[in-house]
């Protein structure tokens, strides 16, 4: 059963998790929602367990308590595809947001359209600087700066190798400091 205010914004999102499915929806007399599932007796079960999933995640991520939500990480990296988990929960953190993580579930003050904006950044930055570095520490590094900051992703590699804090050798590029370090003096400068 879908609550009525609901049911647009969860067939949305059911949509989504459903990809690859054979299946119809439809709503009942009563206004309850039903799907049906085509395929074989394996198939079935593995859509119901899909869906099972979808509703339940769902209903973990509209769940609010004191400002806080609830994202499952297995949405998360649905939506983030190609974008690491560490990363977006290292990219709220830095942006000085609330973040715990408690087994599958991040728990932020993040709402949805925010988290979603924020992986979106993150991959344009990454798909911007993945032609001119390919070690994954390296290009995180700059990305996190490069978000944190608002400045450029390329630009902030450029400054990085200026400041020595990366070194170039014969196309593979070094981190000279401890990650964490980099990020601290190229977002403020030290």
Same mark, same amino acid.
């Given at each position: ?38 395929g074989d007796k394996s198939s079935q079960r593995f859509a119901e367990r899909k ?57 932020? /003050? @993040?709402?949805?359209? +925010?988290?979603?904006?924020? *992986?979106?950044? %993150? #991959?344009?930055?990454? =798909? !911007? &600087? ?31 190798? /200026? @400041?020595?804090?990366? +070194?170039?050798?014969?196309? *593979?590029?070094? %981190? #000279?400091?401890?990650? =964490? !370090? &980099? ?8």
């Amino acid at each position: 059963m879908i609550d009525e205010e609901d049911r647009e914004d969860f067939l949305e999102f059911f949509e989504r998790a459903a990809s690859g499915l054979d299946y119809s929806y439809r709503l009942d007399e009563k206004g309850k929602l039903v799907i049906d599932i085509f395929g074989d007796k394996s198939s079935q079960r593995f859509a119901e367990r899909k869906i099972r999933n979808a509703y339940r995640n769902f209903y973990i991520m509209k769940d609010r308590k004191m400002g806080l939500r609830r994202y499952p990480v297995e949405v998360i990296a649905e939506l983030a595809a190609g974008v690491s988990i560490g990363l977006v929960e290292k990219s709220i953190k830095l942006k000085g947001r609330k973040l715990e993580r408690r087994k599958d579930v991040l728990i932020t /003050d @993040l709402e949805p359209d +925010e988290i979603t904006d924020m *992986i979106n950044e %993150l #991959r344009y930055s990454l =798909d !911007e &600087i993945r032609p001119f570095v390919k070690q994954k520490m390296v290009r995180e590094v700059l990305v996190l700066a490069s978000f944190i900051s608002g400045v450029n992703v390329v630009d902030m590699m450029e400054k990085a190798i /200026d @400041l020595g804090l990366i +070194e170039e050798v014969n196309g *593979i590029y070094y %981190l #000279r400091k401890n990650p =964490d !370090e &980099i990020i601290r003096m190229l977002v403020g400068g030290d």
